[in-house]
């Protein structure tokens, strides 16, 4: 599964869509692989294509057992797989844009910020729209980033 997934720049469109999102891969082995540190670090050959690859491939698959474990690599450092990981977020769907809103609205810290970061895939949308109105009513003491996260939610 890792050699079909391991490829490079040039090549990682063409090599992910010939994996069919109804082929009979284990869902929670692609998240496994996703979360494995050792496709994280800087000096793997894999770094970041076979992560990226993944969540593409969960996201064409729409994986809601996926929501939660691609949530949570937003933010890591690593801007190529979180912009694959908010694709893969979008394709998903419904499920994955209530799941952020629900976190934007009942979170602080890390994943208040995961989840404003995750909605602006799904911009624009009335919904996240009056979430967004709400959380500014509400007159926290932001700081300027999310602020500005907030507001583009918005317009």
């Given at each position: 599964?890792?050699?079909?997934?391991?490829?490079?720049?040039?090549e990682r469109e063409?090599?992910?869509?010939?994996?069919?999102?109804?082929?009979?891969?284990?869902?929670?082995?692609?998240?496994?692989?996703?979360?494995?540190?050792?496709?994280?670090?800087?000096?793997?050959?894999?770094?970041?294509?076979?992560?990226?690859?993944?969540?593409?491939?969960?996201?064409?698959?729409?994986?809601?057992?996926?929501?939660?474990?691609?949530?949570?690599?937003?933010?890591?450092?690593?801007?190529?797989?979180?912009?694959?990981?908010?694709?893969?977020?979008?394709?998903?769907?419904?499920?994955?844009?209530?799941?952020?809103?629900?976190?934007?609205?009942?979170?602080?810290?890390?994943?208040?910020e995961r989840a404003?970061?995750?909605?602006?895939?799904?911009?624009?949308?009335?919904?996240?729209?009056?979430?967004?109105?709400?959380?500014?009513?509400?007159?926290?003491?932001?700081?300027?980033?999310?602020?500005e996260y907030l507001?583009?939610?918005?317009?």
């Amino acid at each position: 599964l890792i050699a079909s997934l391991f490829f490079f720049f040039c090549e990682r469109e063409t090599s992910i869509e010939q994996v069919s999102p109804a082929a009979p891969l284990k869902e929670e082995y692609l998240i496994e692989i996703l979360m494995n540190d050792e496709f994280q670090e800087g000096l793997s050959p894999a770094f970041g294509t076979v992560p990226q690859a993944i969540a593409r491939l969960l996201g064409r698959r729409k994986s809601e057992k996926a929501i939660i474990p691609l949530f949570q690599m937003i933010g890591g450092g690593n801007f190529d797989l979180e912009e694959e990981v908010i694709h893969a977020l979008r394709e998903i769907g419904p499920v994955a844009k209530a799941f952020c809103m629900k976190k934007a609205e009942n979170s602080s810290g890390h994943d208040f910020e995961r989840a404003l970061i995750a909605l602006q895939a799904f911009v624009p949308d009335e919904e996240i729209r009056e979430c967004a109105s709400k959380l500014l009513e509400k007159k926290l003491p932001y700081p300027p980033h999310l602020k500005e996260y907030l507001l583009s939610l918005i317009s």
